[in-house]
């Protein structure tokens, strides 16, 4: 029950959580804060290109099925040509 209260009590957002540990800026110093200030910030833009890697991904996926497709396309039209002769 102790560890409830201490949860409810404790209204200190957490800054970072590291190795499954909540910390909060009464936990850390200085140089701890800038660099959980740091690792959060990039934990976020490492995020963003990973959601932007996979829409590049499935869009080049997607770009080269339609280019197969297309050469499949031309090359079937040209047997088409060939065969008319």
């Given amino acids: 029950m102790s560890k409830e209260k201490d ?3 404790n209204k200190e957002p957490v800054i970072i959580t590291f190795n499954n540990v909540e910390y909060r800026a009464s ?5 701890q804060m800038a660099l959980a200030a740091k690792l959060n910030v990039a934990g976020k833009k490492l995020a963003r290109l990973q959601e932007y890697y996979d829409d590049y991904v499935i869009t080049n996926e ?5 280019i197969e497709s297309f050469d499949r396309a031309i090359k079937a ?9």
């Fill in 7 to 9: 949860m409810t009590e």
């Fill in 27 to 31: 936990d850390l110093n200085e140089e």
């Fill in 62 to 66: 997607y770009k080269n099925l339609v």
């Fill in 77 to 85: 039209e040209e047997v088409e040509v060939v065969e008319e002769e």
